[in-house]
């Protein structure tokens, strides 16, 4: 859509990195986490929501079943909590269900592991005791030992805004940048519509630009269990 050349796109592993290098003025557009976002906004740096990216997470909370069984579990001084960053988007998923059901959360040892992959090595390496991790990560490590899934926040919040497009308030005030956001979006609105109810032209984009390095081999009914997840279940 528009007049636009090829898109410079840079990955970051750290959510609250992506926010620091917003507020230093780099990339134009970042996907960032809306925690991270609104505190940033909240401290007084120039940050503007400009729209969704998506909605929910198909992370799960996964413990190591031998020693973490509830999540009042959560609270005993030997069990260790591993996110991403503290204050991010994950840190408050976790810590709004747990107040949700009567979890004292001052009790709960939270450590930063970075991301997925990370965090799901760290469980089976026993470090740590509960991770946020993909589903589908989940149901691989099922198979190796006694691990459980613990919170599926899909369905402890009837909406969760995980991750959002936003941009330097300054860059923002030009008119040739605002339509280079009302064009992503339009791509974005798109590209969504056609994830949730085009399994074919999904299973096509999934192949190709999935981080799972295997992802371009998956036959279709593992495809679909992804997608049926993504678009039925989660709803993202």
């Not at 959560?74 to 988007?89: H, Q």
């Not at 040892?109 to 970075?114: S, W």
């Not at 590209?191 to 984009?205: C, H, M, S, V």
Request: net charge negative; with cysteine; glycine share 6%.
């Amino acid at each position: 859509l528009g007049p636009y050349g090829p898109t410079d796109l840079s990955r970051l592993e750290k959510q609250s990195a992506i926010t620091q290098i917003l507020v230093g003025g780099g990339p134009d557009i970042v996907d960032a986490d809306t925690p991270s976002i609104c505190a940033a906004a909240a401290a007084g740096a120039n940050l503007k929501i400009v729209g969704q990216f998506y909605s929910s997470v198909d992370l799960v909370f996964t413990a190591n079943a031998d020693k973490v069984q509830s999540l009042q579990d959560l609270t005993k001084s030997d069990v260790v909590v591993g996110i991403n960053t503290p204050g991010d988007t994950v840190d408050a998923v976790l810590l709004g269900v747990l107040m949700q059901h009567g979890i004292d959360i001052d009790k709960v040892q939270i450590v930063a592991l970075g991301g997925s992959s990370a965090r799901m090595r760290a469980l089976l390496a026993h470090r740590v005791d509960l991770v946020p991790i993909h589903a589908d990560q989940a149901d691989s490590i099922a198979k190796l030992g006694n691990y459980k899934v613990l919170i599926e926040p899909w369905k402890e919040y009837k909406f969760w805004s995980n991750e959002v497009w936003a941009v330097n308030g300054h860059w923002l005030e030009k008119p040739e940048n605002q339509r280079v956001v009302v064009d992503m979006m339009q791509a974005q609105l798109i590209a969504n519509r056609k994830a949730t109810n085009d399994f074919d032209w999904f299973a096509q984009i999934f192949r190709k630009y999935s981080n799972d390095r295997d992802a371009a081999h998956w036959p279709d009914d593992r495809v679909n269990a992804e997608w049926t997840l993504l678009a039925q279940e989660v709803k993202a």
